[in-house]
Protein backbone atom coordinates (compact mmCIF):
# COMPACT_ATOMS: atom_id res chain seq x y z
CA UNK A 1 0.00 0.00 0.00
CA UNK A 2 1.10 3.87 -0.62
CA UNK A 3 0.63 7.01 0.54
CA UNK A 4 0.29 10.26 -1.57
CA UNK A 5 0.97 13.23 0.49
CA UNK A 6 0.29 16.29 -0.86
CA UNK A 7 0.87 19.94 0.03
CA UNK A 8 0.41 23.27 -1.31
CA UNK A 9 -1.51 26.43 -0.52
CA UNK A 10 -4.51 28.77 -1.20
CA UNK A 11 -5.55 32.46 -1.38
CA UNK A 12 -7.62 32.65 1.57
CA UNK A 13 -10.56 34.32 -0.25
CA UNK A 14 -10.95 30.69 -2.12
CA UNK A 15 -10.89 28.57 0.98
CA UNK A 16 -14.50 27.83 0.31
CA UNK A 17 -14.49 26.77 -2.68
CA UNK A 18 -11.35 24.83 -2.60
CA UNK A 19 -13.17 23.22 0.53
CA UNK A 20 -16.12 22.56 -1.84
CA UNK A 21 -13.93 20.87 -4.63
CA UNK A 22 -12.58 18.60 -2.04
CA UNK A 23 -15.57 17.34 -0.62
CA UNK A 24 -17.69 16.96 -4.13
CA UNK A 25 -15.32 16.88 -6.74
CA UNK A 26 -11.59 15.32 -5.07
CA UNK A 27 -13.19 12.58 -2.71
CA UNK A 28 -15.70 11.01 -5.16
CA UNK A 29 -13.49 11.49 -8.05
CA UNK A 30 -10.77 9.33 -6.16
CA UNK A 31 -13.49 6.90 -5.47
CA UNK A 32 -13.91 6.14 -9.20
CA UNK A 33 -10.06 5.51 -9.70
CA UNK A 34 -8.15 1.99 -9.41
CA UNK A 35 -6.44 1.11 -6.23
CA UNK A 36 -7.93 3.90 -4.01
CA UNK A 37 -8.28 2.94 -0.63
CA UNK A 38 -8.77 6.56 2.20
CA UNK A 39 -8.39 10.05 1.69
CA UNK A 40 -7.57 12.76 4.17
CA UNK A 41 -7.43 16.23 4.46
CA UNK A 42 -6.50 19.53 6.04
CA UNK A 43 -6.36 23.38 6.01
CA UNK A 44 -3.45 25.20 7.74
CA UNK A 45 -6.48 28.64 7.77
CA UNK A 46 -3.76 31.06 9.10
CA UNK A 47 -0.89 29.99 6.46
CA UNK A 48 -3.15 29.61 3.74
CA UNK A 49 -2.01 25.84 3.41
CA UNK A 50 -3.46 22.48 2.89
CA UNK A 51 -2.41 19.03 3.42
CA UNK A 52 -4.07 16.29 1.03
CA UNK A 53 -3.02 12.61 1.88
CA UNK A 54 -4.71 9.49 0.37
CA UNK A 55 -3.74 5.55 0.13
CA UNK A 56 -3.61 3.60 -2.43
CA UNK A 57 -2.86 -0.17 -3.56
CA UNK A 58 0.23 0.34 -5.74
CA UNK A 59 2.28 3.53 -6.35
CA UNK A 60 1.33 3.38 -10.02
CA UNK A 61 -2.58 3.83 -8.43
CA UNK A 62 -1.34 6.74 -6.67
CA UNK A 63 0.88 8.61 -9.18
CA UNK A 64 -2.83 8.81 -11.42
CA UNK A 65 -4.61 10.74 -8.40
CA UNK A 66 -2.90 13.45 -10.15
CA UNK A 67 -5.67 13.67 -13.17
CA UNK A 68 -7.99 15.31 -10.39
CA UNK A 69 -5.57 18.75 -9.75
CA UNK A 70 -6.50 20.91 -12.58
CA UNK A 71 -9.94 21.67 -11.47
CA UNK A 72 -8.07 22.90 -7.89
CA UNK A 73 -5.16 25.13 -10.26
CA UNK A 74 -8.01 26.71 -12.06
CA UNK A 75 -9.12 28.63 -8.69
CA UNK A 76 -5.81 29.18 -7.66
CA UNK A 77 -4.73 26.52 -5.61
CA UNK A 78 -0.47 25.41 -5.89
CA UNK A 79 0.49 22.55 -5.45
CA UNK A 80 4.24 21.56 -3.86
CA UNK A 81 5.50 18.68 -5.65
CA UNK A 82 3.66 14.76 -4.13
CA UNK A 83 5.25 12.76 -2.75
CA UNK A 84 4.61 8.63 -2.40
CA UNK A 85 5.27 6.49 0.46
CA UNK A 86 5.10 2.72 1.29
CA UNK A 87 3.43 2.16 4.32
CA UNK A 88 5.55 -0.60 6.14
CA UNK A 89 3.58 0.39 9.56
CA UNK A 90 0.11 0.42 10.38
CA UNK A 91 -1.27 0.95 13.84
Known amino acids: MYA ?3 TGSYNASDLDKIE ?7 VPGFKKLAGFQSFQGGFDR ?3 RFVAISTWD ?3 HANAAQ ?3 P ?3 TIGARFDPPQNFEITTTS
Open 71 to 73: QFE
Open 67 to 69: TLR
Open 58 to 60: TVE
Open 46 to 48: GAN
Open 20 to 26: QIFNQDL
Open 4 to 6: RVT
